[in-house]
């Protein structure tokens, strides 16, 4: 082979492995939920009294919204209280009534599932719930309902199992672990929230919803959110 067509091949996988690399999920959700592994041992749905904003109860301790909460806070730096509070004084009627509230509450209602799948879907983060494994992506964010009728919420891992199928980082009542269980329940929400830098806020959150789609769209794949 010519070598200037050996140099011109090789500057061309260079850049090919470039540009796939930057289609690779951003991990940050997934180390800030793993993280609390261990820390967080207990399932405690008790009420609490919390700072505003950026309020949580002890580490050790929370339901499977905490999960969440406290990986957003830590990876892209989104208070879900804060956040969630905002929305729901300027939209209490569009969010559930299940809890017989008359008025927001910034202690427990960003805790509560349905609250922020109603969130999630406003901020046009929502996905098609589907069966196939390859839909979900690592830092995805998923619901459920645990038999009778309990709302769960879990983060994909990157990690699979043998037949390809990711776990999920969750407390489902023994403490956040990583386990094998993303399609024991019925799913009943899939969510993609844009990698963020530590400083973001909702209102630039569309800068990287656009890049995001951006690196979909070159990988040859369609993710757009469902809204």
Same mark, same amino acid.
């Given at each position: 082979?010519?070598?200037?067509?050996?140099?011109?091949?090789?500057?061309?996988?260079?850049?090919?492995?470039?540009?796939?690399?930057?289609?690779?999920?951003?991990?940050?959700?997934?180390?800030?939920? =793993?993280?609390?592994?261990?820390?967080?041992? /207990?399932?405690?749905?008790?009420?609490?009294? &919390? #700072?505003?904003?950026?309020?949580?109860?002890?580490? *050790?301790?929370?339901?499977?919204?905490?999960?969440?909460?406290?990986?957003? =806070?830590?990876?892209?730096?989104?208070? &879900?209280?804060?956040?969630?509070?905002?929305?729901?004084?300027?939209?209490?009627? !569009?969010?559930?009534?299940?809890?017989?509230?008359?008025?927001?509450?910034?202690?427990?209602?960003?805790?509560?599932?349905?609250?922020?799948?109603?969130?999630?879907?406003?901020? !046009?983060?929502? /996905?098609?719930? $589907?069966?196939?494994?390859?839909?979900?992506?690592?830092?995805?964010?998923?619901?459920?309902?645990?038999?009778?009728?309990?709302?769960?919420?879990?983060?994909?891992?990157?990690?699979?199992?043998?037949?390809?199928?990711?776990?999920?980082?969750?407390?489902?009542?023994?403490?956040?672990?990583?386990?094998?269980?993303?399609?024991?329940?019925? /799913?009943?929400?899939?969510?993609?929230?844009?990698?963020?830098? $530590?400083?973001?806020?909702?209102?630039?959150?569309?800068?990287?919803?656009? *890049? *995001?789609?951006?690196?979909?769209?070159?990988?040859? #794949?369609?993710? $757009?959110?469902?809204?």
């Amino acid at each position: 082979m010519p070598r200037i067509l050996l140099f011109i091949l090789i500057h061309l996988l260079v850049f090919v492995s470039a540009d796939r690399a930057d289609c690779d999920p951003v991990p940050g959700l997934v180390e800030a939920a =793993r993280n609390q592994v261990g820390r967080t041992v /207990l399932y405690d749905p008790a009420y609490y009294g &919390l #700072t505003y904003p950026k309020g949580d109860l002890p580490l *050790e301790r929370g339901v499977c919204a905490d999960v969440v909460i406290r990986a957003l =806070r830590s990876a892209y730096g989104l208070d &879900l209280q804060k956040l969630v509070h905002e929305d729901m004084k300027k939209d209490f009627p !569009g969010y559930p009534r299940t809890w017989g509230l008359r008025r927001p509450d910034k202690n427990i209602d960003h805790r509560r599932v349905p609250n922020l799948q109603v969130f999630f879907r406003k901020k !046009g983060w929502s /996905l098609v719930v $589907s069966d196939a494994p390859d839909d979900y992506r690592p830092g995805d964010i998923v619901t459920c309902t645990i038999p009778p009728h309990r709302p769960h919420i879990m983060i994909v891992s990157e990690k699979k199992n043998r037949r390809g199928i990711p776990l999920v980082i969750h407390n489902i009542g023994a403490g956040v672990r990583e386990e094998d269980r993303l399609f024991e329940f019925s /799913l009943t929400g899939h969510y993609r929230i844009p990698a963020a830098s $530590s400083n973001a806020t909702v209102q630039n959150i569309a800068v990287f919803k656009a *890049e *995001e789609t951006r690196k979909m769209s070159r990988c040859g #794949t369609d993710h $757009s959110p469902e809204t």
